[in-house]
Structure formats: C-alpha cells, structure tokens
C-alpha cells in the first residue's frame, strides 16, 4: 500500500507487533472512547473469554438492541 508521499507503507499487523501490550491497550481504550462499535466489540471478546456464559449473553443481548 502506498502512502500519500509515494513511499510503500508497511502493514498495519506487521506494525503492531512491534509495539508493547501497553501501547496496544491505550489505543483500544483511546479508541473505544470514541468509537461505540469499537467499545462494543472489546466487550464481546472479553465476555466470550469469560467462564460465564451470562456475560456473554448479556452483551450480546446489548449489541443487538443498540
């Protein structure tokens, strides 16, 4: 993909495994604030992480009304 410059800009996966969890986390937090789809989704993984399965439910269920 090329930039505006013309330079080749290298892939946004390769470019964030060079950064730190902590640098990751800050960006989805930055970017959940801003973004409800983006909140929305970090809340579905989270749930479906959990051991329980009426969180999951729960979100979901939010999800689906918003």
């Known amino acids: ?3 505006s410059g ?3 800009r290298r892939d946004l996966r390769e470019v ?3 950064l730190s969890p ?7 937090a930055s970017a959940a604030d801003r973004h409800g ?3 929305r989704h970090v809340r ?3 749930a479906r992480q959990g051991p329980n399965l009426g969180e999951l439910r729960s979100e979901v ?3 689906l009304r918003t």
């Open 1 to 3: 993909m090329a930039s």
């Open 6 to 8: 013309g330079r080749k």
């Open 16 to 18: 964030m495994g060079e």
């Open 22 to 28: 902590e640098a990751l986390r800050e960006i989805v």
């Open 37 to 39: 789809d983006v909140e």
């Open 44 to 46: 579905l993984v989270a």
């Open 61 to 63: 269920d939010r999800c």
